[in-house]
Structures are given as C-alpha cells and as structure tokens.
C-alpha cells in the first residue's frame, strides 16, 4: 500500500513528470539497454525507431499515477500489459531493471529538482504496479500452463507448412516439436514468435489466424519493407526449421454474444478477424465481414472467405479496395468512410464492431463508428503495436 506521503508527493510533483514524461523514456531506453543489453530482446526495434514505444510507456505512467486511487479505471489498460507481457514472457526479475532505469531517467532529466525523497515516493508507486502486474501475469502463466497441451515459458515448435496467401502476406503452419497436443486458444488471441536472427534473439507478436481446434497453430505475416523479421520468415525460415512459442494470450478476443458481429479490417489486420469468422458463424451469429485491401493482389483470405459466405446464409461480406487494379472492377473502390459504413453496418441491430488495421484506417474507423453512434462498450479493437491514441 502506497503511503499517504508517497501519494502527496506524486500529487505534486505529477504535472511536471506528465509535461516531461516522454522526455524521461527517451532518457530511460538507451539507458536500460545501455546497463543491461539483454533485455533489448524483449522490445520491437521497430516500434523503438518510430517512438511509438516510448510514447506508450509515458502514457502508461502519467495514466497511473493519475489513478493511484482509482486504479479500477486503468483496468482494460492493465490486462492489454499484462497480455503483452505474457507473451514475451516477461518474468519478475524484470520489474527491478525497468525501475532503476524509470528513476534514474527520472534524475537525469529532472537534475537537483528529484530528491530522494521524490525518487523514494515515485520508487514505492512503482513497486505498486510491479507487483499488480506480477500478480496477474502469474494468474496468466498458471492458466496457460493448466490447460490441456499447454505450457508456460518458451516451446520449441517445427515449422510444418508455408503458405502464399497474397503478394505480400503468407502463412506459417507450426506444430510442436514434441508431437504432443496444442493448447486451445481463444480467436483473436497471439502468439509471441521468438527466433534467432544473425546471432541475436528477437520476439514478435503474431496473431493466430486460424480457427482453434486445430492441431497446429497458424500465423499470417505481411512482408514489410526493411522489416528484419518479417523478411526473414519470408526469406528464410523454411518447412522442418525450428523456432520458439510462447502460450497464446490476449484480451481482444471473440465475445459470447447473441448481437450481430462486424469484422472489420485493412490490409494484414485481417488476420485476428480470419480466427473469429468461422467461429461466429457456427454459434449461429450473423456476421457482417468488411475488408480493405490495396487491391486484388494484395488481398488475403478472399478465396476462404468467399467460400464461407457460400455455406453459411447468416455472413454478409463487402470487400474494398484503394488503388484498384485494372480488372478489380468488382470490387468497390475507396475507403471506408463512414458514408460507406453507415450502408454497411447493421445499426439498426447495435452490433458488436471488432476492428484491427493500419493506423489510419483505425483512425478512420474509429471515428466514424462514434458518429454512427454505436456505443462504446461494443467497440472493440487492438494494436499490433504499441497502445496508440485513436481519438
């Protein structure tokens, strides 16, 4: 429990640390991976180079602090952490090198100003967190191990199948190298891929695009440009190569509604929405399957999907695509605004609207399904990356 001097010290030193709080991550992660170089392979270069991972963490620690008494409000913010870290199956000897660097960063910007009875006061919020988050990611690791095929930590898994499934995306068919079952896993849910690339461990989260019950699990990747590691499992990886899983986690998953389901994804977001189709559609759910792609050859899942809408009466499917081929004359051509969405969307039913794309396209969704007035509670979406402001 933090201490009632603790607390009054946070409540006025707050509004500086959240006017300097990106300032202080910059400071923080090349001073963590300068002190303790193992623990870079935890975090996605990638997301480091754009910032959008030092942004997330200032929001994470100005939004806790500012809750310290109302710490029920962060609770969606706190399962999508403890998810992530679960998957990159981050461990308690973590907490202690993430804050001696938080308060040495802290220091370093803030100079003679950060006392030690400030650093005290922010240490003791932080150890707060820490075992809040140790907690509950125990509760996850204990529950994934429990469940039939399940485990906790790494496992090793054989690449058994790839897959082209358009110009720039393709699909990757893992099985266990011990032959022994997979764990159930929930549709929307990721995995964490860990490799060996040149030397150095790298971990990225991928989504399970498959339906479960399963043998195998299966996840889709686009081939991003300059993308080190998704041009090495285009590249290299190959059918009979091994690499490491963590236990699927995740909390943007289908839900156990009766209510109209629409998926709704651009490019590569397509994948967490390709798990949940089948599923929703065999519980009886009418399901509306939007989808933006560039155009015909960069659309994934098209075959698949057309092939469901052939079997199943109760799913609706609307494809789009923004710079259209010569001979994608039947598919509509633009975006979707939310002009297209309001002729789309089964309003007058208050449908369950789960999304994932490119930033903008999220944005735009985003958006647009506020003005159409579909309420809150039934919005669901969820970053590849990094948390990131949508409004």
Same mark, same amino acid.
């Given at each position: ?116 009875? !400030? &650093?005290?006061?922010? $240490? ?8 809040? #988050?140790?907690? +509950?990611? /125990? ?122 389901? !629409? &998926?709704?994804?651009? $490019? ?8 949940? #189709?089948?599923? +929703?559609? /065999? ?71 789960y999304f994932l794309g490119p930033k903008p396209f999220m944005q735009s969704c985003y958006q647009s399904l506020n003005a159409l007035n579909v309420p809150k509670e039934q919005i669901r979406y969820e970053f590849f990356g990094p948390l990131e402001e949508?409004?």
């Open positions: 429990m933090l201490s009632s001097q603790s607390r009054e010290i946070i409540a006025a030193t707050l509004p500086a640390v959240k006017e300097h709080a990106r300032d202080i991550t910059e400071v923080f992660y090349p001073l963590m991976f300068s002190r303790y170089p193992q623990v870079k392979a935890y975090f996605n270069q990638a997301h480091q180079e754009k910032g959008t991972q030092r942004q997330a963490l200032a929001n994470a620690v100005v939004a806790y602090a500012s809750n310290l008494d109302r710490l029920e409000l962060l609770g969606d913010a706190v399962s999508l952490i403890v998810h992530k870290h679960a998957s990159l199956n981050i461990l308690p000897e973590h907490y202690p090198i993430v804050g001696e660097c938080l308060l040495a960063a802290i220091k370093e910007v803030f100079g003679d100003v950060a006392t030690d009875e !400030v &650093l005290n006061a922010w $240490g003791e919020a932080y150890q707060q967190l820490a075992d809040i #988050l140790i907690g +509950a990611e /125990e509760s996850v690791y204990q529950a994934n191990e429990q469940k039939p095929g399940g485990w906790r930590g790494e496992r090793e898994f054989r690449l058994v199948r790839k897959e082209r499934e358009s110009e720039v995306i393709t699909s990757f068919y893992f099985e266990p190298s011990d032959g022994q079952p997979v764990a159930e896993f929930l549709p929307g849910q990721y995995t964490s891929l860990v490799l060996e690339i040149d030397g150095e461990t790298t971990r990225r989260n991928y989504s399970l695009s498959d339906s479960p019950n399963t043998p195998y699990y299966r996840i889709s990747v686009k081939r991003e440009a300059g993308g080190r590691v998704s041009n090495y499992l285009h590249d290299t990886l190959n059918p009979g190569d091994r690499v490491r899983l963590t236990p699927p986690c995740g909390d943007f998953v289908l839900n156990d509604s009766d209510r109209p389901l !629409v &998926l709704l994804s651009g $490019g590569v977001g397509v994948t967490p929405t390709i798990s949940m #189709l089948r599923p +929703a559609l /065999e519980k009886g759910r009418e399901v509306h399957f939007i989808h933006g792609a560039l155009n015909s050859a960069c659309h994934a899942f098209k075959g698949l999907v057309d092939k469901l809408k052939a079997e199943y009466d109760n799913l609706h499917v609307s494809y789009c695509y923004s710079e259209p081929l010569p001979h994608d004359q039947e598919v509509a051509a633009g975006f979707f605004d939310q002009q297209r969405l309001a002729s789309l969307l089964p309003l007058e039913k208050s449908p369950d609207v949508l409004a």
